[in-house]
T-cell receptor, first 115, second 114 residues
């Protein structure tokens, strides 16, 4: 069965610090997708990134970067020079190719960025 | 206009009442999902539908039922609401394909059962 673990339930940093949110997953499938979503205080889910299991290249988008390592079953998310607007709950999720696009979510990490 | 809409956005109800949450999408996707979010547990799948004639239970379907009235509409019902169904509910859609693609989420419905 697929499983996603976000061990950090809450992280607090001061603005401009770098912060990494950890995500570890379990799957028996060889074809799968990993996702990160952001949930700001307003409650909606904002899609950040999708990564398929065949692409282990790290990705950078502005202050955001993602490190995908199949050897450790991890898909970690780093925010560089954090800002107050980054304060949100962040979810990592897994979708197996054989599971009909159904997402399994981690429990989420609440990030608080203080000014 | 939003591609995935949910009504109502907020609802407060009493134990034992029947509640229906509605989801509509304009993305033309065949696949629709209902999730609930509880603090610390992330989102968990309640029901999913791959087309109008296909309905499947998810991880936590007890106490819920669904109806897929059309490709664009997928409703979630609580036949007799109870307090532990207080949660944030999300509808989502996706398109089928050889490889999984992202799910598109509605804005959520915050349900409180007193």
């Amino acid at each position: 069965a697929q499983k996603v673990t976000q061990a950090q339930t809450e992280i607090s940093v001061v603005e401009k610090e770098d912060v990494t949110l950890d995500c570890v997953y379990e799957t028996r499938d060889t074809t799968y997708y990993l996702f990160w979503y952001k949930q700001p205080p307003s409650g909606e889910l904002v899609f950040l990134i999708r990564r398929n299991s065949f692409d282990e290249q790290n990705e950078i988008s502005g202050r955001y970067s993602w490190n995908f390592q199949k050897s450790t079953s991890s898909f970690n998310f780093t925010i560089t020079a954090s800002q107050v607007v980054d304060s949100a709950v962040y979810f990592c999720a897994l979708s197996e190719n054989n599971a009909g696009n159904m997402l399994t979510f981690g429990g989420g990490t609440r990030l608080m960025v203080k000014p | 206009d939003a591609d995935v809409t949910q009504t109502p956005r907020n609802r407060i109800t009493k134990t034992g009442k029947r509640i229906m949450l509605e989801c509509s999408q304009t993305k033309g996707h065949d696949r629709m999902y209902w999730y609930r979010q509880d603090p610390g547990l992330g989102l968990r799948l309640i029901y999913y539908s791959f087309d109008v004639k296909d309905i499947n239970k998810g991880e936590i379907s007890d106490g819920y039922s669904v109806s897929r009235q059309a490709q664009a509409k997928f409703s979630l019902s609580l036949e007799s609401a109870i307090p532990n169904q207080t949660a944030l509910y999300f509808c989502a859609t996706s398109a089928p394909g050889p490889l999984s693609d992202e799910q598109f989420f509605g804005p959520g419905t915050r349900l409180t059962v007193l």
